[in-house]
């Protein structure tokens, strides 16, 4: 079975398409890398999308003409995925754009992807698995973090505890052990922070390579207010992303600083802060090795500091090393959630989510019937019988 997954995320810079065909050998699922491509936001689309995101002020005009706008582009990528299979593909899943993940007191009431799924199906004309989040809510889950069924399957737990690290806007870990059950959470920023500093201070989407992060010092006053953040001592199921991790809470901390700080010393504050929260919660489980991905791993600063701080304890590797591309590794983890719901298999698993039970994830958007043939000729009319 051949499944184009499309993900965009937190740092809404851009879609990660891949393509991957999947065969079951009995009680392995193996799954063949086709390919795998970014499509990056044009710079008005991603100002379109930081203007709506929280804390701004939106409305429901902007909410529609965003969504169609994002389904047109995931529409593209979808192409581009089909290409990426060799002309022809069973199924998209298109997670989506994040703009709101409803929490309160540490519960997840709802969550908000935008991307016309509807569009995408017209064009590439196969059923589009779209809404991953809602079923795992709906059961009481946080509807994050997903990626935990990918790593579960794809790390031996038998070799001892062992993480799996995405480094997005927001760092997510995953953990296996031994005759544990596995253990998925948000840790907390990982570029989201990073890129509002560098749009607040460098007029710039990012800090690229670490570079001026890497010629600042750590601000520890600034660290400190930053460490006190109430969500790093919650305890698991916990989700999280820009509804509080954005450029107004950078901005806040920094005034009740009280004194300037320099936009390199910024950079390095926060790249310490994500080094040493995404550290403190490796150390806390006791693992072994941590296997990074996403964005964040082609920041040598932040990599090294990570790298540093685990040294006598874990050993970091990327993706790459499992044969799954370190940039797309989100995006293939959302193929497979494909796979499992097209065979009506749970995605989420509760022992991360705190949802009562596993659910299978999303909705189907058809292209025609999605699996069922159809009927000859439509019916011309209706008669309702007693």
């Known amino acids: 079975m051949k499944i184009v997954?499309?993900?965009s995320g937190t740092s809404y810079d851009g879609v990660d398409v891949v393509a991957a065909e999947f065969a079951r050998d009995g009680d392995t699922l193996r799954l063949r890398p086709l390919g795998h491509r970014s499509l990056d936001y044009p710079d008005d689309l991603r100002a379109e999308i930081g203007a709506l995101l929280p804390p701004a002020a939106t409305t429901i005009e902007a909410v529609c003409r965003l969504d169609n706008r994002l389904g047109e582009v995931f529409a593209e990528a979808a192409a581009l995925g089909v290409e990426l299979a060799g002309g022809t593909a069973d199924a998209v899943v298109s997670?989506?754009?994040?703009?709101?993940?409803?929490?309160?007191?540490?519960?997840?009431?709802?969550?908000?992807?935008?991307?016309?799924?509807?569009?995408?199906?017209?064009?590439?004309?196969?059923?589009?698995?779209h809404d991953l989040r809602s079923a795992d809510v709906a059961a009481g889950g946080q509807g994050a973090p997903l990626v935990p069924a990918f790593d579960a399957l794809l790390l031996d737990a038998a070799a001892g505890p062992r993480a799996a690290l995405n480094l997005g806007g927001i760092a997510n870990l995953t953990v296996v052990a031994p005759g544990a059950p596995v253990l998925g959470y948000d840790v907390g920023p990982a570029n989201a922070l990073l890129d509002a500093a560098a749009r607040r201070f460098l007029d710039r989407p990012c800090d690229l390579d670490g570079a001026r992060a890497a010629a600042g010092r750590v601000n520890e006053g600034l660290l400190a207010l930053l460490l006190a953040e109430p969500y790093y001592a919650a305890p698991p199921p916990k989700s999280t992303g820009k509804e509080l991790f954005h450029g107004g809470y950078?901005?806040?901390?920094?005034?009740?600083?009280?004194?300037?700080?320099?936009?390199?010393d910024v950079l390095a504050t926060l790249t310490e802060l994500t080094a040493r929260t995404?550290?403190?919660?490796?150390?806390?489980?006791?693992?072994?090795?941590?296997?990074?991905?996403?964005?964040?791993?082609?920041?040598?600063?932040?990599?090294?500091?990570?790298?540093?701080?685990?040294?006598e304890r874990w050993r970091l590797r990327t993706t790459d090393e499992l044969g799954v591309p370190a940039q797309a590794k989100e995006a293939y983890a959302f193929a497979l959630l494909?796979?499992?719901?097209?065979?009506?298999?749970?995605?989420?698993?509760?022992?991360?989510t705190g949802a009562s039970r596993a659910a299978v994830l999303g909705s189907w958007t058809p292209s025609g019937p999605p699996f069922a043939a159809a009927p000859a000729d439509p019916p011309r009319?209706?008669?309702?019988?007693?």
């Open 278 to 311: 995404v550290a403190d919660a490796c150390d806390r489980h006791g693992v072994t090795e941590v296997i990074a991905a996403g964005g964040g791993v082609r920041n040598p600063t932040l990599r090294a500091r990570l790298a540093a701080l685990g040294a």
């Open 5 to 7: 997954g499309l993900m």
């Open 338 to 352: 494909g796979w499992l719901s097209w065979h009506g298999l749970p995605g989420a698993i509760p022992s991360v």
């Open 250 to 264: 950078l901005d806040d901390r920094l005034a009740a600083l009280g004194e300037p700080v320099a936009a390199d």
């Open 95 to 129: 997670h989506g754009q994040t703009v709101f993940h409803w929490v309160e007191a540490g519960q997840v009431r709802g969550t908000l992807q935008l991307g016309a799924p509807a569009r995408v199906a017209a064009r590439v004309g196969v059923p589009v698995l």
């Open 381 to 386: 009319r209706l008669v309702v019988t007693p």
